[in-house]
Antibody
Framework: EVQLVESGGGLVQPGGSLRLSCAAS????????MSWVRQAPGKGLEWVSTITGSGGGTYYADYVKGRFIISRDNSKNTLFLQMNSLRAEDSAIYYC????????????????WGQGTLVTVSS | EIVMTQSPATLSVSPGERATLSCRASQSVSTNLAWYQQKPGQAPRLLIYGASTRAAGIPARFSGSGSGTEFTLTISSLQSEDFAVYYCQQYSSWPPKPFGQGTKVEMK
């Protein structure tokens, strides 16, 4: 059974940093691209970042480019999102999401989602 | 840029009835379309990909159809657990495209 368990969310001041983690199990982690997708309170879903199975390729949405860094540790089946220079508009539930193929670019949809971790940026 | 439009915004249906949700693309996306279900306080769940293929574990009452620019998600006989928000998402090209704005299926 595929399981994705996020952690690391919380309350942070504007300009601050947070590091999200996602522990994956139930599938061969290195074989699949992974993503972060977020959802602001009462709003829709929006892509944040993706990374290939090997970790060699990454993508960032324009609204986080230069501030967020996606990475993965395939030896520990863990996905990360380092979030810097946080803004109020980054407040959202952040979902860890599995792509159905090794390159998310081949089929950019999500076949499994984690339960999400809440990030609140406020002073 | 391809724009996805879901309709209606809210659909009021009685349990046991059929629900039909629409998703329209501003230009052809072939069959590169997925549907997701999101219940309050829960993560989304993949229902349909390839416009008509049910994801693992999805009940047969959910079906997807369409190609090109017009897509439909049908719930043949609505169960109480089906009241939720449904999103469509086209994935015909990279980078990943925004999810639709969603259709809320509520109890009539």
């Amino acid at each position: 059974e595929v399981q994705l368990v996020e952690s690391g969310g919380g309350l942070v001041q504007p300009g601050g940093s947070l590091r999200l983690s996602c522990a994956a199990s139930g599938f061969t982690f290195t074989s699949y691209g992974m993503s972060w997708v977020r959802q602001a309170p009462g709003k829709g879903l929006e892509w944040v970042s993706t990374i290939t199975g090997s970790g060699g390729g990454t993508y960032y949405a324009d609204y986080v480019k230069g501030r967020f860094i996606i990475s993965r540790d395939n030896s520990k089946n863990t996905l990360f999102l380092q979030m810097n220079s946080l803004r109020a508009e980054d407040s959202a539930i952040y979902y860890c999401a599995k792509c159905p193929q090794g390159y998310c670019s081949s089929a950019p949809f999500v076949d499994y989602w984690g339960q999400g971790t809440l990030v609140t940026v406020s002073s | 840029e391809i724009v996805m439009t879901q309709s209606p915004a809210t659909l009021s249906v009685s349990p046991g009835e059929r629900a039909t949700l629409s998703c329209r693309a501003s230009q052809s996306v072939s069959t590169n379309l997925a549907w997701y279900q999101q219940k309050p306080g829960q993560a989304p769940r993949l229902l349909i990909y390839g416009a008509s293929t049910r994801a693992a574990g999805i009940p047969a009452r959910f079906s997807g159809s369409g190609s090109g620019t017009e897509f439909t998600l049908t719930i043949s006989s609505l169960q109480s657990e089906d009241f939720a928000v449904y999103y469509c998402q086209q994935y015909s090209s990279w980078p990943p495209k925004p999810f639709g704005q969603g259709t809320k299926v509520e109890m009539k």
